[in-house]
C-alpha cells in the first residue's frame, strides 16, 4: 500500500450522549430550520503517511486504537487516498 494519507474520522457510540450535538440542534431549529432531527458531532484527523514498505494500514489502525479515539465511548473508520 503506498498511500500519501489517511483520514480518520471518530465519532460518538450510539448510544453515548453528545451534549455538542444537542446544542448545534438547537441552534439550527433557533435559526428557524426545522428539517435536522437530530446532530452527532466528531472530528476528523489527515494523517500525511511515508512511503514504506511495511503494514501502513495497520500502523494507522494502532495510532487511532491508542492515541486519537477512546474505544470505550468512540468509534473510527479510515479512507486512504
Keep these: 500500500m503506498k498511500n500519501k494519507k489517511a483520514v480518520v474520522y471518530v ?7 453528545d451534549p455538542q450535538g ?3 440542534q438547537r441552534a439550527i431549529l433557533n435559526m428557524g430550520y426545522d428539517v435536522v432531527e437530530g446532530v452527532r458531532s466528531g472530528r476528523f484527523f489527515e494523517l500525511e503517511l511515508a512511503d514504506g514498505n511495511g503494514d501502513l494500514s495497520g500502523k494507522v489502525e494502532e495510532i487511532c486504537r491508542k492515541l486519537l ?8 473508520s479510515v479512507e486512504y487516498t
Excluded: S
Design 11 to 17: 465519532r460518538l457510540k450510539e448510544g453515548v450522549l
Design 69 to 76: 479515539a477512546n474505544p470505550v465511548i468512540e468509534d473510527f
Design 22 to 24: 444537542v446544542t448545534i
